[in-house]
């Protein structure tokens, strides 16, 4: 499977290795870091997402940063935190790795695994992950498994088979690469990730979790999620009931939302979609991010396609206050001939369904009425809401009168 290429100006992989250096370093511009290259260790190299992305001309203002050194990575790190003033998180005590946080900037030293740096990039996941940046006076290339030739030729290959049973997380990593660089899978490749995806449930479920949440809130992620639904490497956490999403993501459909709404929509379908209730629980989402698949499954299940013109009052009224700050991903699964009546409607914040709220304060009931504080009243603000929602509160007088009502006869 190929995703469509991205425009990134992969212009300077073609030279010679030792202006390569020197190219990267620059696009990389140190002086900007929180640390001198100068204070580093001899021997230190800049490894991962950082040279990768440099190399595609692909880096963030502030990229993460992945430093190797020869050895004592928790200690210095210390100094730079001490030095700095910043936040020091050990990562890794066995395996000496730490974290410096500063001022929005990632540094993460790791004690070089093996006699060589080489040694160590060979126990990486994908070779394009498997370039280092040697710096120091005489900035230089390293690249023992081909990773280079991979951003050329805009593919994922795995380093070793043996590395996705060391850690299956890369499973679901190398699916994730695909998306965020429109890379193609290696055949062989794929073959690994075939045979080890019933190794994933041994990946921390935070790690899992961090994995998807990259992937589902990446617009031009369906390939991908196609995939994960082909190899089954979610089928532990997986939504039984899954619905064809492909039909959600035409032109057609996306040209009715901006990319703000978009940005709502597509990452709660996708978790919708890909997991259960149960699996969402398991891989430690939010609370807030299960309640949010969890009602958007609840009005899923009852869409009657009929734009819900078949519900109650009092459930269409439901639905919006449940949706109502998502709403663009129940919207983006509507008829096409509906989904521009309800965008519409939801753009327009004072539209009494779509934006449900009172025709009048708790405070103003309770002074103007002499009402006591309580579950009761709360009661009665939401009736309120639900009469204002279908055009029954034009003035306060009316209001007054059917709090009133209410009120005696509840």
Same mark, same amino acid.
């Given at each position: ?75 210095? %790190?210390?100094? !730079?935190?001490? $030095?700095?003033?910043?936040? #020091?998180?050990?990562?890794?005590? /066995? =395996?000496?790795?730490?974290? &410096? ?87 062989? %490749?794929?073959? !690994?990730?075939? $045979?080890?995806?019933?190794? #994933?449930?041994?990946?921390?479920? /935070? =790690?899992?979790?961090?994995? &998807? ?198």
């Amino acid at each position: 499977m190929h995703i469509s290429s991205t425009s990134a100006d992969v212009t300077i992989l073609n030279g010679d290795k030792n202006d390569l250096a020197k190219l990267l370093l620059r696009r990389l511009n140190p002086d900007k870091w929180p640390l001198r290259i100068d204070q580093l260790p001899l021997g230190t190299a800049l490894v991962g997402g950082a040279v990768r992305d440099g190399l595609l001309n692909r880096l963030q203002e502030k990229p993460d940063l992945d430093l190797v050194v020869p050895n004592n990575a928790i200690k210095i %790190t210390q100094n !730079f935190a001490k $030095t700095l003033g910043s936040t #020091l998180i050990v990562l890794d005590a /066995e =395996r000496d790795m730490a974290r &410096l946080a500063f001022q929005g900037w990632t540094i993460d030293f790791a004690t070089q695994i093996g006699c060589t740096l080489e040694e160590d990039l060979c126990r990486r996941d994908f070779r394009l992950n498997a370039i280092a940046l040697l710096l120091g006076p005489n900035p230089k290339i390293v690249d023992p498994t081909g990773g280079i030739e991979d951003l050329n030729k805009k593919k994922l290959v795995a380093v070793h088979e043996k590395n996705f049973i060391e850690d299956p997380l890369r499973c679901l990593r190398g699916l994730r690469f695909m998306a965020e660089l429109n890379f193609s899978l290696d055949p062989q %490749t794929r073959t !690994f990730i075939n $045979t080890y995806s019933n190794l #994933l449930p041994n990946a921390a479920p /935070e =790690r899992i979790q961090s994995e &998807l949440k990259r992937i589902v809130y990446l617009k031009e992620a369906d390939d991908v999620i196609d995939l994960l639904n082909e190899i089954g490497l979610l089928k532990l956490w997986s939504n039984e009931k899954l619905s064809p999403p492909k039909i959600l993501f035409t032109s057609k459909n996306q040209n009715v939302l901006n990319n703000k709404e978009l940005s709502l929509a597509l990452p709660l379908i996708r978790l919708t979609h890909l997991l259960s209730d149960s699996g969402l629980a398991s891989l430690r989402f939010s609370k807030r991010h299960c309640k949010r698949c969890q009602l958007l499954r609840k009005w899923q299940e009852r869409n009657d396609g009929l734009a819900f013109e078949t519900l109650k009052e009092e459930d269409r009224f439901q639905l919006h206050k449940d949706l109502e700050e998502y709403l663009p991903a129940l919207i983006l699964q509507l008829p096409f001939k509906d989904q521009e009546v309800w965008i519409n409607r939801w753009r327009d914040l004072e539209d009494p369904l779509f934006h449900p709220s009172p025709p009048v304060d708790g405070n103003t009931l309770q002074e103007i009425l002499h009402l006591p504080q309580g579950p009761k009243l709360g009661s009665l603000m939401h009736h309120l809401s639900h009469e204002r929602a279908f055009g029954r509160m034009c003035n306060l007088e009316k209001i007054l009168q059917e709090a009133r009502h209410w009120w005696q006869h509840n």
